[in-house]
Protein backbone atom coordinates (compact mmCIF):
# COMPACT_ATOMS: atom_id res chain seq x y z
CA UNK A 1 0.00 0.00 0.00
CA UNK A 2 1.04 3.62 -1.05
CA UNK A 3 0.93 6.15 2.13
CA UNK A 4 -0.91 9.71 1.36
CA UNK A 5 2.69 11.04 0.45
CA UNK A 6 3.84 8.56 -1.74
CA UNK A 7 0.79 8.80 -3.73
CA UNK A 8 0.22 12.69 -4.52
CA UNK A 9 3.89 11.57 -5.79
CA UNK A 10 2.52 9.19 -8.41
CA UNK A 11 -0.50 11.37 -9.37
CA UNK A 12 2.30 14.66 -9.55
CA UNK A 13 4.58 12.44 -11.50
CA UNK A 14 1.43 11.45 -13.96
CA UNK A 15 0.36 15.35 -14.48
CA UNK A 16 4.08 15.88 -15.53
CA UNK A 17 4.38 13.06 -17.87
CA UNK A 18 0.77 14.22 -19.35
CA UNK A 19 2.21 17.87 -19.26
CA UNK A 20 5.32 16.68 -21.14
CA UNK A 21 3.93 14.12 -23.75
CA UNK A 22 0.85 17.28 -24.40
CA UNK A 23 3.76 20.01 -25.21
CA UNK A 24 5.82 17.49 -27.09
CA UNK A 25 3.31 16.12 -29.04
CA UNK A 26 1.60 19.29 -29.73
CA UNK A 27 4.77 20.78 -31.10
CA UNK A 28 5.07 18.25 -33.25
CA UNK A 29 1.82 18.09 -34.83
CA UNK A 30 1.73 21.43 -35.54
CA UNK A 31 4.08 21.12 -38.40
CA UNK A 32 2.20 20.87 -41.62
CA UNK A 33 2.43 16.99 -42.77
CA UNK A 34 0.54 14.79 -45.07
CA UNK A 35 -2.63 13.42 -44.09
CA UNK A 36 -1.96 10.19 -41.41
CA UNK A 37 -4.14 7.16 -41.48
CA UNK A 38 -7.15 7.02 -40.39
CA UNK A 39 -7.58 5.42 -37.12
CA UNK A 40 -9.20 2.48 -35.65
CA UNK A 41 -12.28 3.69 -34.31
CA UNK A 42 -13.55 5.13 -37.95
CA UNK A 43 -13.25 2.79 -41.00
CA UNK A 44 -10.44 3.32 -43.54
CA UNK A 45 -11.59 4.95 -46.75
CA UNK A 46 -10.04 3.90 -50.09
CA UNK A 47 -8.97 6.76 -50.87
CA UNK A 48 -6.69 7.56 -48.28
CA UNK A 49 -5.14 4.63 -48.39
CA UNK A 50 -1.53 6.73 -48.87
CA UNK A 51 -1.59 6.30 -51.90
CA UNK A 52 -1.25 9.51 -54.28
CA UNK A 53 -3.67 10.20 -57.02
CA UNK A 54 -2.76 10.47 -60.59
CA UNK A 55 -1.94 14.14 -61.91
CA UNK A 56 -4.77 16.44 -62.44
CA UNK A 57 -3.51 16.16 -66.60
CA UNK A 58 -4.07 12.16 -66.61
CA UNK A 59 -7.11 12.56 -64.71
CA UNK A 60 -8.29 14.72 -67.86
CA UNK A 61 -6.44 13.03 -70.03
CA UNK A 62 -8.50 9.97 -68.99
CA UNK A 63 -11.52 11.85 -69.18
CA UNK A 64 -11.43 12.49 -72.59
CA UNK A 65 -10.35 9.73 -73.66
CA UNK A 66 -13.80 7.72 -72.26
CA UNK A 67 -16.26 10.55 -72.06
CA UNK A 68 -19.48 8.94 -73.87
CA UNK A 69 -20.70 12.09 -74.25
CA UNK A 70 -17.60 13.72 -76.07
CA UNK A 71 -17.26 10.27 -78.12
CA UNK A 72 -21.08 10.93 -79.13
CA UNK A 73 -20.61 14.14 -80.17
CA UNK A 74 -17.69 13.27 -82.14
CA UNK A 75 -19.59 10.61 -84.15
CA UNK A 76 -22.16 13.70 -84.57
CA UNK A 77 -19.42 15.77 -86.13
CA UNK A 78 -17.88 13.23 -88.24
CA UNK A 79 -21.64 12.45 -89.85
CA UNK A 80 -21.88 16.36 -90.32
CA UNK A 81 -18.67 16.32 -92.28
CA UNK A 82 -19.80 13.42 -94.42
CA UNK A 83 -23.07 15.23 -95.12
CA UNK A 84 -21.68 18.30 -96.69
CA UNK A 85 -20.55 16.43 -99.80
CA UNK A 86 -23.66 14.80 -100.71
CA UNK A 87 -25.43 18.20 -100.30
CA UNK A 88 -23.94 19.81 -103.50
CA UNK A 89 -24.41 16.42 -105.98
CA UNK A 90 -26.63 16.55 -108.48
CA UNK A 91 -29.84 14.26 -108.57
CA UNK A 92 -29.53 10.67 -110.27
CA UNK A 93 -29.95 11.03 -114.11
CA UNK A 94 -32.95 9.19 -115.52
CA UNK A 95 -33.40 6.95 -118.11
CA UNK A 96 -36.44 7.33 -120.62
CA UNK A 97 -37.60 4.71 -123.22
CA UNK A 98 -41.05 6.07 -125.65
CA UNK A 99 -42.65 4.79 -128.54
CA UNK A 100 -43.93 7.06 -131.07
CA UNK A 101 -46.36 4.82 -133.22
CA UNK A 102 -48.20 7.03 -136.28
CA UNK A 103 -51.80 5.52 -136.07
CA UNK A 104 -53.91 3.46 -133.87
CA UNK A 105 -54.62 0.40 -135.78
CA UNK A 106 -51.81 -0.70 -137.28
CA UNK A 107 -47.90 -0.52 -136.20
CA UNK A 108 -45.94 1.98 -138.59
CA UNK A 109 -42.44 1.90 -136.92
CA UNK A 110 -40.57 1.82 -139.71
CA UNK A 111 -43.23 2.38 -142.00
CA UNK A 112 -43.84 6.28 -141.29
CA UNK A 113 -41.03 8.69 -140.79
CA UNK A 114 -42.61 9.95 -137.58
CA UNK A 115 -42.88 6.95 -135.56
CA UNK A 116 -39.47 6.06 -133.75
CA UNK A 117 -38.19 4.40 -130.03
CA UNK A 118 -36.76 6.78 -128.47
CA UNK A 119 -34.28 6.35 -126.14
CA UNK A 120 -32.83 9.11 -124.06
CA UNK A 121 -31.36 10.87 -120.64
CA UNK A 122 -33.40 13.60 -118.56
CA UNK A 123 -30.87 14.97 -115.83
CA UNK A 124 -32.26 17.49 -113.50
CA UNK A 125 -29.70 20.89 -113.15
CA UNK A 126 -30.80 23.22 -110.28
CA UNK A 127 -30.28 27.19 -110.51
CA UNK A 128 -26.99 28.38 -110.39
CA UNK A 129 -25.90 28.44 -106.72
CA UNK A 130 -28.60 26.40 -105.53
CA UNK A 131 -26.02 23.31 -104.72
CA UNK A 132 -23.16 25.90 -102.95
CA UNK A 133 -26.26 26.89 -101.01
CA UNK A 134 -26.79 23.45 -99.75
CA UNK A 135 -23.19 22.87 -98.91
CA UNK A 136 -22.77 26.16 -97.00
CA UNK A 137 -25.79 25.00 -94.88
CA UNK A 138 -24.35 21.61 -94.55
CA UNK A 139 -21.14 23.29 -93.22
CA UNK A 140 -22.99 25.22 -91.06
CA UNK A 141 -24.61 22.86 -88.97
CA UNK A 142 -21.11 20.78 -88.82
CA UNK A 143 -19.52 24.22 -87.48
CA UNK A 144 -22.40 23.86 -85.10
CA UNK A 145 -22.12 20.39 -83.57
CA UNK A 146 -18.00 21.28 -83.56
CA UNK A 147 -19.51 23.80 -81.52
CA UNK A 148 -20.99 21.75 -78.76
CA UNK A 149 -18.17 19.33 -79.12
CA UNK A 150 -15.93 22.33 -78.05
CA UNK A 151 -18.46 23.30 -74.87
CA UNK A 152 -18.63 20.11 -73.91
CA UNK A 153 -14.98 19.11 -73.62
CA UNK A 154 -14.64 22.83 -71.98
CA UNK A 155 -17.50 21.60 -69.38
CA UNK A 156 -15.51 18.16 -68.84
CA UNK A 157 -12.67 20.19 -67.76
CA UNK A 158 -14.29 22.43 -65.25
CA UNK A 159 -16.03 19.29 -63.53
CA UNK A 160 -13.26 16.87 -63.75
CA UNK A 161 -10.71 19.91 -62.37
CA UNK A 162 -13.97 20.94 -59.59
CA UNK A 163 -13.79 17.80 -58.31
CA UNK A 164 -10.27 16.85 -57.83
CA UNK A 165 -10.04 20.43 -55.97
CA UNK A 166 -12.99 19.15 -53.97
CA UNK A 167 -10.99 16.02 -52.87
CA UNK A 168 -7.93 18.02 -52.08
CA UNK A 169 -9.91 20.33 -49.80
CA UNK A 170 -11.40 17.05 -48.29
CA UNK A 171 -7.79 15.10 -47.68
CA UNK A 172 -6.49 18.13 -46.57
CA UNK A 173 -9.11 18.36 -43.89
CA UNK A 174 -8.56 14.91 -43.38
CA UNK A 175 -4.96 15.13 -42.68
CA UNK A 176 -5.49 18.08 -40.19
CA UNK A 177 -8.20 16.35 -38.69
CA UNK A 178 -6.33 13.49 -38.02
CA UNK A 179 -3.31 15.05 -36.79
CA UNK A 180 -5.90 17.17 -34.58
CA UNK A 181 -7.45 14.02 -33.04
CA UNK A 182 -3.86 12.99 -31.33
CA UNK A 183 -3.55 16.40 -30.15
CA UNK A 184 -6.81 16.23 -28.73
CA UNK A 185 -6.23 12.63 -27.36
CA UNK A 186 -2.81 14.35 -25.84
CA UNK A 187 -4.83 17.20 -24.30
CA UNK A 188 -7.38 14.51 -22.74
CA UNK A 189 -5.15 12.61 -21.14
CA UNK A 190 -3.88 15.20 -19.80
CA UNK A 191 -7.04 16.79 -18.17
CA UNK A 192 -8.03 13.85 -16.81
CA UNK A 193 -4.57 13.37 -15.08
CA UNK A 194 -4.97 16.87 -13.41
CA UNK A 195 -8.48 16.34 -12.83
CA UNK A 196 -7.25 13.21 -10.86
CA UNK A 197 -4.52 14.57 -9.35
CA UNK A 198 -7.27 17.26 -8.04
CA UNK A 199 -5.83 20.10 -9.73
CA UNK A 200 -8.62 20.54 -12.37
CA UNK A 201 -11.77 20.61 -13.01
CA UNK A 202 -14.86 17.78 -13.96
CA UNK A 203 -16.24 20.93 -16.50
CA UNK A 204 -13.03 20.47 -18.47
CA UNK A 205 -12.74 16.64 -18.59
CA UNK A 206 -16.78 16.52 -20.17
CA UNK A 207 -15.58 19.31 -22.57
CA UNK A 208 -12.78 17.64 -24.25
CA UNK A 209 -14.74 14.55 -23.97
CA UNK A 210 -17.14 16.17 -25.58
CA UNK A 211 -14.99 17.67 -28.22
CA UNK A 212 -13.53 14.02 -29.24
CA UNK A 213 -16.74 13.02 -30.05
CA UNK A 214 -17.75 16.10 -32.21
CA UNK A 215 -14.33 15.51 -33.83
CA UNK A 216 -14.67 12.02 -34.57
CA UNK A 217 -18.91 13.49 -36.36
CA UNK A 218 -16.73 15.43 -38.44
CA UNK A 219 -14.30 12.87 -39.25
CA UNK A 220 -16.75 10.35 -40.15
CA UNK A 221 -18.85 13.31 -42.25
CA UNK A 222 -15.19 14.52 -44.16
CA UNK A 223 -15.52 10.50 -44.84
CA UNK A 224 -18.89 10.33 -46.51
CA UNK A 225 -18.41 13.76 -48.32
CA UNK A 226 -15.25 12.23 -49.68
CA UNK A 227 -16.73 9.08 -50.98
CA UNK A 228 -19.77 11.24 -52.61
CA UNK A 229 -17.43 13.12 -54.94
CA UNK A 230 -15.06 10.01 -55.33
CA UNK A 231 -18.36 8.79 -56.95
CA UNK A 232 -19.02 11.74 -58.25
CA UNK A 233 -15.13 11.27 -60.42
CA UNK A 234 -15.19 7.99 -60.91
CA UNK A 235 -18.40 8.43 -62.74
CA UNK A 236 -16.76 11.15 -64.97
CA UNK A 237 -13.53 8.84 -65.34
CA UNK A 238 -15.75 5.66 -66.46
CA UNK A 239 -14.12 3.66 -63.55
CA UNK A 240 -15.79 0.55 -62.02
CA UNK A 241 -17.69 0.83 -58.46
CA UNK A 242 -15.26 0.93 -55.82
CA UNK A 243 -12.44 2.13 -57.49
CA UNK A 244 -9.90 4.24 -55.78
CA UNK A 245 -8.73 7.81 -56.85
CA UNK A 246 -6.17 7.94 -54.07
CA UNK A 247 -5.03 11.43 -52.17
CA UNK A 248 -4.66 14.32 -54.00
CA UNK A 249 -1.89 16.02 -51.95
CA UNK A 250 -1.30 19.05 -54.55
CA UNK A 251 -3.03 21.08 -56.69
CA UNK A 252 -1.45 22.74 -59.88
CA UNK A 253 -0.88 26.13 -60.11
CA UNK A 254 -3.23 28.68 -61.33
CA UNK A 255 -2.27 31.78 -63.95
CA UNK A 256 -3.29 35.51 -63.61
CA UNK A 257 -6.30 36.14 -65.39
CA UNK A 258 -6.19 37.96 -68.60
CA UNK A 259 -7.29 41.58 -68.98
CA UNK A 260 -11.21 42.00 -69.57
CA UNK A 261 -12.64 38.86 -68.13
CA UNK A 262 -16.26 39.88 -68.67
CA UNK A 263 -15.81 41.51 -72.43
CA UNK A 264 -13.73 37.84 -73.35
CA UNK A 265 -16.71 36.24 -71.21
CA UNK A 266 -19.27 37.76 -74.07
CA UNK A 267 -17.13 36.79 -77.02
CA UNK A 268 -15.44 33.45 -76.37
CA UNK A 269 -18.03 31.76 -73.87
CA UNK A 270 -19.01 27.99 -74.95
CA UNK A 271 -22.47 28.81 -75.08
CA UNK A 272 -22.23 31.81 -77.28
CA UNK A 273 -20.09 29.64 -79.90
CA UNK A 274 -22.98 27.34 -80.52
CA UNK A 275 -25.26 30.43 -80.50
CA UNK A 276 -23.24 31.70 -83.19
CA UNK A 277 -22.78 28.88 -85.18
CA UNK A 278 -26.80 28.21 -84.95
CA UNK A 279 -27.01 31.81 -86.08
CA UNK A 280 -24.52 30.94 -89.14
CA UNK A 281 -26.34 27.81 -89.48
CA UNK A 282 -30.34 29.55 -89.40
CA UNK A 283 -29.03 32.07 -92.24
CA UNK A 284 -27.29 29.90 -94.77
CA UNK A 285 -30.98 27.42 -94.28
CA UNK A 286 -32.76 31.13 -95.48
CA UNK A 287 -30.49 31.58 -98.15
CA UNK A 288 -31.08 28.17 -99.20
CA UNK A 289 -34.90 28.41 -98.66
CA UNK A 290 -35.08 31.55 -101.04
CA UNK A 291 -32.78 30.06 -103.63
CA UNK A 292 -35.42 27.56 -103.84
CA UNK A 293 -38.16 30.05 -105.44
CA UNK A 294 -35.61 30.02 -108.42
CA UNK A 295 -36.79 27.40 -110.95
CA UNK A 296 -34.99 24.19 -111.71
CA UNK A 297 -33.84 23.16 -115.18
CA UNK A 298 -34.36 19.66 -116.78
CA UNK A 299 -31.52 18.58 -119.76
CA UNK A 300 -32.47 15.59 -121.69
CA UNK A 301 -31.08 13.94 -125.20
CA UNK A 302 -31.29 10.62 -126.89
CA UNK A 303 -32.25 9.08 -129.92
CA UNK A 304 -34.99 7.91 -132.10
CA UNK A 305 -35.00 4.51 -133.77
CA UNK A 306 -37.21 4.38 -136.59
CA UNK A 307 -36.78 1.19 -138.48
CA UNK A 308 -35.09 1.22 -141.90
CA UNK A 309 -35.10 5.33 -141.61
CA UNK A 310 -32.66 7.40 -140.44
CA UNK A 311 -32.29 7.97 -136.57
CA UNK A 312 -33.43 11.08 -135.08
CA UNK A 313 -31.25 13.00 -132.90
CA UNK A 314 -33.53 13.84 -129.69
CA UNK A 315 -32.56 17.42 -127.24
CA UNK A 316 -34.43 18.87 -124.67
CA UNK A 317 -33.75 21.79 -122.20
CA UNK A 318 -36.99 22.31 -119.76
CA UNK A 319 -37.48 24.78 -117.09
CA UNK A 320 -39.82 24.47 -113.89
CA UNK A 321 -42.98 26.30 -113.24
CA UNK A 322 -43.01 27.77 -109.85
CA UNK A 323 -46.86 27.21 -109.77
CA UNK A 324 -47.09 26.70 -106.29
CA UNK A 325 -44.73 29.25 -104.53
CA UNK A 326 -47.09 30.43 -102.71
CA UNK A 327 -48.61 27.41 -100.72
CA UNK A 328 -45.03 25.68 -100.59
CA UNK A 329 -41.98 27.98 -100.21
CA UNK A 330 -42.93 31.00 -98.88
CA UNK A 331 -44.22 29.85 -95.77
CA UNK A 332 -40.72 27.97 -95.34
CA UNK A 333 -39.14 31.05 -96.02
CA UNK A 334 -41.45 32.89 -93.53
CA UNK A 335 -40.43 30.21 -90.92
CA UNK A 336 -36.44 30.47 -91.83
CA UNK A 337 -37.12 34.09 -91.18
CA UNK A 338 -38.36 33.67 -87.83
CA UNK A 339 -36.26 30.87 -87.17
CA UNK A 340 -33.20 33.07 -87.25
CA UNK A 341 -34.78 35.64 -85.52
CA UNK A 342 -35.26 33.58 -82.54
CA UNK A 343 -31.61 32.41 -82.89
CA UNK A 344 -30.36 35.97 -82.92
CA UNK A 345 -32.12 36.50 -79.82
CA UNK A 346 -30.69 33.80 -78.24
CA UNK A 347 -27.36 34.73 -79.30
CA UNK A 348 -27.96 38.07 -77.38
CA UNK A 349 -29.27 36.42 -74.44
CA UNK A 350 -25.59 34.08 -73.90
CA UNK A 351 -23.81 36.80 -74.36
CA UNK A 352 -25.37 38.61 -71.72
CA UNK A 353 -25.27 35.53 -69.39
CA UNK A 354 -21.53 34.81 -70.59
CA UNK A 355 -20.71 38.56 -69.38
CA UNK A 356 -22.76 38.39 -66.06
CA UNK A 357 -20.87 35.00 -65.33
CA UNK A 358 -17.61 36.79 -66.20
CA UNK A 359 -18.14 39.83 -64.30
CA UNK A 360 -19.61 37.28 -60.79
CA UNK A 361 -16.55 34.62 -61.48
CA UNK A 362 -14.02 37.65 -61.77
CA UNK A 363 -15.75 38.99 -58.02
CA UNK A 364 -14.88 35.32 -56.56
CA UNK A 365 -11.48 35.27 -58.04
CA UNK A 366 -10.42 38.37 -56.08
CA UNK A 367 -12.79 37.67 -53.26
CA UNK A 368 -10.64 34.33 -52.80
CA UNK A 369 -7.54 35.86 -53.28
CA UNK A 370 -7.95 37.99 -50.66
CA UNK A 371 -8.82 35.73 -48.44
CA UNK A 372 -5.95 33.60 -48.97
CA UNK A 373 -3.79 36.01 -48.76
CA UNK A 374 -5.49 37.06 -45.09
CA UNK A 375 -5.47 33.73 -43.90
CA UNK A 376 -1.65 33.18 -44.81
CA UNK A 377 -0.67 36.03 -43.41
CA UNK A 378 -2.56 36.73 -40.45
CA UNK A 379 -5.58 34.11 -39.69
CA UNK A 380 -3.04 31.14 -40.25
CA UNK A 381 -0.36 32.18 -38.21
CA UNK A 382 -2.42 34.57 -35.38
CA UNK A 383 -4.71 31.41 -34.63
CA UNK A 384 -1.63 29.18 -34.00
CA UNK A 385 -0.02 31.80 -31.76
CA UNK A 386 -3.53 32.59 -29.92
CA UNK A 387 -4.28 28.63 -29.32
CA UNK A 388 -0.23 27.96 -28.09
CA UNK A 389 -1.09 31.33 -25.51
CA UNK A 390 -3.89 29.42 -24.63
CA UNK A 391 -2.43 26.07 -23.62
CA UNK A 392 0.36 27.68 -22.54
CA UNK A 393 -1.68 29.30 -20.09
CA UNK A 394 -3.74 26.97 -18.94
CA UNK A 395 -0.90 23.93 -18.30
CA UNK A 396 0.72 26.69 -16.09
CA UNK A 397 -2.51 27.12 -13.85
CA UNK A 398 -3.01 31.03 -15.16
CA UNK A 399 -5.82 30.18 -18.07
CA UNK A 400 -9.32 28.77 -18.88
CA UNK A 401 -9.79 25.47 -20.43
CA UNK A 402 -12.72 26.96 -22.55
CA UNK A 403 -10.54 29.33 -24.02
CA UNK A 404 -7.76 26.64 -24.97
CA UNK A 405 -10.71 24.94 -27.15
CA UNK A 406 -11.62 27.46 -28.35
CA UNK A 407 -8.47 28.64 -29.69
CA UNK A 408 -8.42 25.17 -30.81
CA UNK A 409 -11.15 25.16 -32.86
CA UNK A 410 -10.31 28.24 -34.20
CA UNK A 411 -6.76 26.81 -35.53
CA UNK A 412 -7.90 23.89 -37.01
CA UNK A 413 -10.47 25.82 -38.59
CA UNK A 414 -8.26 28.46 -40.52
CA UNK A 415 -6.66 25.17 -41.50
CA UNK A 416 -9.40 23.39 -43.34
CA UNK A 417 -10.76 26.86 -44.79
CA UNK A 418 -7.18 28.09 -46.08
CA UNK A 419 -7.27 24.36 -47.61
CA UNK A 420 -10.75 24.81 -49.32
CA UNK A 421 -9.99 28.43 -50.32
CA UNK A 422 -7.08 27.00 -52.49
CA UNK A 423 -9.58 24.03 -53.93
CA UNK A 424 -12.34 27.02 -54.67
CA UNK A 425 -10.00 29.50 -55.95
CA UNK A 426 -8.46 26.99 -58.66
CA UNK A 427 -12.50 25.68 -59.67
CA UNK A 428 -12.93 29.06 -60.11
CA UNK A 429 -10.17 29.38 -62.42
CA UNK A 430 -10.90 26.12 -64.48
CA UNK A 431 -15.00 28.04 -64.67
CA UNK A 432 -13.00 31.02 -65.84
CA UNK A 433 -10.67 29.46 -68.48
CA UNK A 434 -13.94 26.99 -69.48
CA UNK A 435 -15.73 30.43 -70.32
CA UNK A 436 -13.47 32.21 -72.32
CA UNK A 437 -12.24 29.20 -73.90
CA UNK A 438 -8.07 28.94 -72.42
CA UNK A 439 -6.63 25.88 -73.66
CA UNK A 440 -4.54 24.61 -70.62
CA UNK A 441 -3.55 27.91 -69.12
CA UNK A 442 -5.97 27.62 -66.02
CA UNK A 443 -3.44 24.81 -64.44
CA UNK A 444 -0.67 23.87 -65.68
CA UNK A 445 2.02 21.99 -63.45
CA UNK A 446 5.06 24.06 -63.06
CA UNK A 447 8.40 22.27 -63.76
CA UNK A 448 9.15 22.12 -60.01
CA UNK A 449 5.66 20.90 -58.34
CA UNK A 450 5.49 17.50 -57.68
CA UNK A 451 2.81 16.70 -60.15
CA UNK A 452 5.41 17.21 -62.66
CA UNK A 453 8.54 15.32 -61.16
CA UNK A 454 9.81 12.71 -63.70
CA UNK A 455 9.07 9.80 -60.91
CA UNK A 456 5.87 11.14 -59.53
CA UNK A 457 4.62 11.00 -62.73
CA UNK A 458 5.93 7.30 -64.20
CA UNK A 459 4.24 6.53 -60.57
CA UNK A 460 0.44 7.88 -61.08
CA UNK A 461 0.73 6.90 -65.00
CA UNK A 462 1.14 3.30 -63.43
CA UNK A 463 -1.66 3.80 -61.57
CA UNK A 464 -3.99 4.96 -64.20
CA UNK A 465 -3.04 2.51 -65.97
CA UNK A 466 -4.33 -0.09 -62.52
CA UNK A 467 -7.43 2.15 -62.37
CA UNK A 468 -8.67 1.36 -66.04
CA UNK A 469 -10.43 -1.72 -66.46
Known sequence: MLDVSEEAGVRSKAVVAGLVWFLVGSAVLRAESPAAPASDELPAHPGMAGVEAPPLAELLSLAERRSPRLVALAARLAAAEERVGPEGALANPMVEARLQNVGLGRWSLGDEEMSMLELGVRQTLPWPGKRQARRDLARAETATVAAELASARRELVRE???LVARLYALDRERGVLEEAHELLELLAATVTARYGAGEGEQEAVLKVQLELAMHDERRIEVAGERAEVEADLRGLLDLPAGSPIGVVTTLPPVSPLPEGVARLAAERAAEVAVRRAMETASERRLATERNELRPDFTAAGGVGLRGANDPVLLLGLGIELPFWRKSRQEPRIRAAEHDLDAVRAERREAEISARAAGERLLGSWWRLDGQLRLSSEAILPQSSAAFDAARTAYLHGQGD???????????????????????????????????????????????????????????NRSLVEGLVP
Open 160 to 162: VTT
Open 401 to 459: FSTVVEDYGRWLDARVAQARLEAERLAVRVQIAALLGEEGDAASPSPTSPAASPTGSGA
